[in-house]
T-cell receptor
Framework: EAQVTQNPRYLITVTGKKLTVTCSQNMNHEYMSWYRQDPGLGLRQIYYSMNVEVTDKGDVPEGYKVSRKEKRNFPLILESPSPNQTSLYFC???????????FGAGTRLSVL | GENVEQHPSTLSVQEGDSAVIKCTYSDSASNYFPWYKQELGKRPQLIIDIRSNVGEKKDQRIAVTLNKTAKHFSLHITETQPEDSAVYFCAAHPQAGTALIFGKGTTLSVSS
């Protein structure tokens, strides 16, 4: 089954404790991205990747890192999480830039 | 950079009525405009998209129109049904290799 898988689905952590949210897709898509969703602010793109080893900043990249060492995986790293990073995070992939994006189920993160 | 404004933020209609959601964008280089639907507690899913070489696109009860001169595009849902109740997001994608920018969303409620 074609899908985008994010883990974990829920995460509660404390300020400053490094964490990684994994994202994997099995559709051989080139384009992958991370979004955060906050009430009243819609979906905001954090980082995106056009292909392996190619990543670019989106609208709100501060406090986040990503890597794209393999085509299928695009982890989101928070080196030192802060409470303002409490949010719902979605990973998405598409066959190419400006194509249909398939979203993962989301990761709800709380930073205390 | 690109900025997308979406209106209204909430929309309530009676079953069978039409619903229209409007978005404006700022970057004249934008040439791809997708619409996503997000049901409560679910991930966003693409419902229709349009590219700048087309003025209108239709898929059953859903249509999107694009006015490049005025830099706005609209989603039209006819014969609304309760299952159309969701948050709808418009987005604009400037030239290749740039971030996808979403509007803040419209919460559509269809009452029977």
């Amino acid at each position: 089954e074609a899908q985008v898988t994010q883990n974990p689905r829920y995460l509660i952590t404390v300020t400053g404790k490094k964490l990684t949210v994994t994202c994997s897709q099995n559709m051989n898509h080139e384009y992958m991205s991370w979004y955060r969703q906050d009430p009243g602010l819609g979906l905001r793109q954090i980082y995106y990747s056009m292909n392996v080893e190619v990543t670019d900043k989106g609208d709100v990249p501060e406090g986040y890192k990503v890597s794209r060492k393999e085509k299928r995986n695009f982890p989101l790293i928070l080196e030192s999480p802060s409470p303002n990073q409490t949010s719902l995070y979605f990973c998405a992939s598409s066959l190419r830039d400006r194509g249909i994006q398939y979203f993962g189920a989301g990761t709800r993160l709380s930073v205390l | 950079g690109e900025n997308v404004e979406q209106h209204p933020s909430t929309l309530s209609v009676q079953e069978g009525d039409s619903a229209v959601i409007k978005c404006t964008y700022s970057d004249s280089a934008s040439n791809y405009f997708p619409w996503y639907k997000q049901e409560l507690g679910k991930r966003p899913q693409l419902i229709i998209d349009i590219r700048s070489n087309v003025g209108e696109k239709k898929d059953q009860r859903i249509a999107v129109t694009l006015n490049k001169t005025a830099k706005h595009f609209s989603l039209h849902i006819t014969e609304t049904q309760p299952e159309d109740s969701a948050v709808y997001f418009c987005a604009a994608h400037p030239q290749a290799g740039t971030a996808l920018i979403f509007g803040k969303g419209t919460t559509l409620s269809v009452s029977s």
